[in-house]
């Protein structure tokens, strides 16, 4: 199973110089990824602007969304930037893609956030075919650059719905779950995703990722809870179970680690809730005590 780590990105204050150093330190790392996570109303740096940033200053490690909320963007320039970052990162890009839930976000767009899921799916076919080379529509001609991936970026459906589901069968090429790590529902929604990949007579099986937040070292933990809760903020009372599910000692990211393995996951991305640079060296020795 393959390792992955967030930009503290989505965090507030983090200072741009500290997101920088930070993808240089996990690229020399054990770790597979660097994840962003999306929002538009909040203070986080952009997810697509900040992974081309990252990719002039890494070299290996894959660059990943975790995910990013399509319907908030325009399939023609999305499409293309995702070809940008995928070409000029020598095809190292990973596009997980969602239709988000927080109003604010659609508002603040703005764009109709009912009927989303529709217009996520009308994304998705008019990526595949920009990708591919086709014309972008009647009396539209190809949009480039060409992804250094043949038909495009990996791309990772996240959500938990049956719809959600379903689109890894037709579009995907795996399923990214939310920020608990695995649990029954998580391992059930993968299923049903490999259901519809089997239904559209696809070949092998989608890939799994799994994620997680952590905050490790001492007199850390109130700290990335109130992170949590203020990023969490719109869910109310769920706000505070997502915060007691941070993930705070070596032992128990070992543990959270061993769970993705035993639950099938191909790659697990832990997401920080604190802004220092430590961050990558206390996660990476967690890391490589569980891989030793």
């Given at each position: 199973m393959?390792?992955g780590?967030?930009?503290?990105?989505?965090?507030?204050g983090?200072?741009?110089?500290?997101?920088?150093d930070?993808?240089?330190?996990a690229d020399a790392?054990?770790?597979s990824?660097?994840?962003?996570?999306?929002?538009?109303?909040?203070?986080?740096?952009?997810?697509?602007v900040?992974?081309?940033?990252?990719?002039?200053?890494?070299?290996?490690?894959?660059?990943?969304?975790?995910?990013?909320?399509?319907?908030l963007?325009?399939?023609?320039?999305l499409?293309k930037?995702?070809a940008?970052?995928?070409?000029?990162?020598?095809?190292?890009?990973t596009?997980?893609?969602?239709?988000g839930g927080?109003?604010d976000d659609?508002?603040?767009?703005?764009?109709?956030?009912?009927?989303r899921g529709r217009?996520?799916?009308?994304?998705l076919?008019a990526?595949t075919?920009i990708?591919?080379?086709?014309p972008?529509g009647e009396g539209?001609g190809?949009i480039?650059?060409?992804?250094?991936?043949?038909?495009?970026?990996e791309?990772l459906?996240?959500?938990n719905?049956?719809?959600?589901l379903?689109?890894?069968?037709?579009w995907?090429?795996?399923?990214i779950?939310?920020?608990?790590?695995v649990?029954?529902?998580?391992?059930a929604a993968y299923?049903?995703a490999?259901e519809?990949?089997?239904a559209?007579?696809?070949p092998?099986?989608p890939r799994f990722?799994a994620?997680?937040y952590?905050?490790?070292?001492?007199?850390?933990?109130?700290r990335a809870?109130?992170?949590?809760r203020?990023?969490?903020?719109?869910?109310?009372?769920?706000?505070?179970?997502i915060a007691k599910s941070?993930?705070?000692?070596p032992?128990?990211?070992?543990q959270?680690?061993?769970s993705?393995?035993?639950?099938?996951v191909?790659?697990?991305i832990?997401?920080?809730?604190?802004?220092?640079?430590?961050?990558v060296?206390?996660?990476?020795?967690?890391?490589e005590?569980?891989?030793?």
């Amino acid at each position: 199973m393959h390792i992955g780590i967030g930009l503290p990105s989505t965090i507030p204050g983090a200072p741009a110089p500290l997101v920088l150093d930070w993808a240089r330190r996990a690229d020399a790392g054990p770790f597979s990824s660097l994840g962003v996570l999306d929002r538009l109303v909040y203070t986080n740096y952009e997810p697509l602007v900040t992974l081309a940033a990252a990719a002039g200053v890494t070299q290996r490690i894959r660059l990943m969304t975790t995910v990013l909320i399509a319907p908030l963007r325009n399939a023609g320039i999305l499409a293309k930037q995702a070809a940008t970052i995928d070409a000029l990162s020598n095809g190292r890009l990973t596009l997980g893609l969602g239709v988000g839930g927080r109003e604010d976000d659609f508002l603040a767009a703005p764009v109709a956030m009912k009927g989303r899921g529709r217009r996520f799916e009308q994304q998705l076919d008019a990526m595949t075919r920009i990708w591919a080379g086709r014309p972008a529509g009647e009396g539209v001609g190809p949009i480039g650059p060409r992804p250094a991936r043949a038909g495009g970026p990996e791309v990772l459906i996240g959500g938990n719905s049956p719809d959600a589901l379903r689109r890894v069968g037709r579009w995907g090429d795996g399923f990214i779950s939310g920020g608990g790590g695995v649990s029954e529902r998580t391992v059930a929604a993968y299923k049903l995703a490999e259901e519809a990949w089997k239904a559209a007579g696809r070949p092998g099986k989608p890939r799994f990722v799994a994620a997680f937040y952590y905050g490790l070292g001492p007199d850390v933990a109130e700290r990335a809870a109130g992170y949590i809760r203020d990023y969490y903020a719109f869910l109310g009372p769920m706000a505070e179970y997502i915060a007691k599910s941070i993930v705070s000692s070596p032992e128990a990211a070992q543990q959270t680690f061993q769970s993705c393995v035993e639950a099938g996951v191909d790659e697990v991305i832990a997401w920080p809730c604190i802004a220092e640079l430590d961050q990558v060296d206390r996660l990476a020795e967690a890391v490589e005590r569980f891989s030793s």
